[in-house]
């Protein structure tokens, strides 16, 4: 029973447009949601993360924008690198309930080209 | 100097044999967490330890043990290995919710 959905497996981005990747999830007990980056034969690595509490926020390029009534939320990237090519996940986590365990998605692999 | 280290990276062994493979972080976490990734790249938890004592096992086979000598380590042990428990798993740790940080990964290829 997946919890987390990442509906596009693949988004190909030229370089300094916006990138905008997509995740819907379904446990309303989640409360705190995160975006991890990962290359190949490397560990997922933290990018941004929003708390249930707020419906944006931004660190530099990156921004994470949530919609609660949609149980929705999106990853901006602006603008887009080639650098920032990548496998994106999606994560969710019910808090201390669950012990802090966070539910993935199944990743979007981001290709920006010049 | 490595926040979330395991080891070994990759470990290729056959069927029916027992392995480890080793967790440590240096971030001063009370939280640790093994997570499979398995052939479709779906990432699932494992296990959560805090301060040593189990609090999530997700339907997990008795095959799998995970242990805490201390709040810094979590070692799993995989008993009687099979093919399908070939897969990348990765170890993390977090301060409650925050600082999430994983390793690098273990490859384990049964054969």
């Known amino acids: 029973d997946q919890q987390v959905k990442q509906n596009s497996p693949s988004l190909s981005v030229q370089e300094g447009r916006i990138s905008i990747l997509n995740c819907d999830y379904t446990?309303?007990?989640?409360?705190?949601f995160l975006w991890y980056k990962k290359y190949p034969a490397e560990g997922p690595t933290f990018l941004i993360s929003?708390?249930?509490?707020?419906d944006k926020n931004e660190d530099g390029r990156f921004t994470v924008f949530l919609n609660k009534s949609a149980k929705h939320l999106s990853l901006h990237i602006v603008p887009s690198q080639p650098g920032d090519s990548a496998v994106y996940f999606c994560?969710?986590?019910?808090?201390?309930?669950?012990?802090?365990?966070?539910?993935f998605g199944k990743g979007t692999s981001l290709l920006v080209t010049p | 100097d490595t926040a979330v280290s395991q080891t070994p990276k990759y470990l290729v062994t056959q069927m029916g044999n027992d392995k480890s493979i080793k967790c440590e972080q240096n971030?001063?976490?009370?939280?640790m967490y093994w997570y499979k990734q398995d052939s479709k790249k779906f990432l699932k938890i494992m296990f959560s330890?805090?301060?040593?004592?189990?609090?999530i096992n997700e339907t997990v086979p008795n095959r799998f043990s995970p242990k805490s000598p201390d709040k810094a380590h979590l070692n799993l042990h995989i008993n009687s290995l099979e093919l399908g428990d070939s897969a990348v798993y990765f170890c993390?740790?977090?301060?409650?919710?925050?600082?999430?940080?994983f390793g690098s990964g273990t490859r384990l290829t049964v054969v």
């Open positions: 993390a740790s977090s301060q409650g919710k925050g600082g999430y940080t």
């Open positions: 446990n309303s007990m989640f409360d705190y």
């Open positions: 929003i708390s249930s509490i707020k």
């Open positions: 994560a969710a986590s019910a808090g201390s309930n669950s012990g802090y365990a966070l539910n």
């Open positions: 971030l001063g976490h009370d939280t």
């Open positions: 330890y805090n301060n040593k004592e189990l609090i």
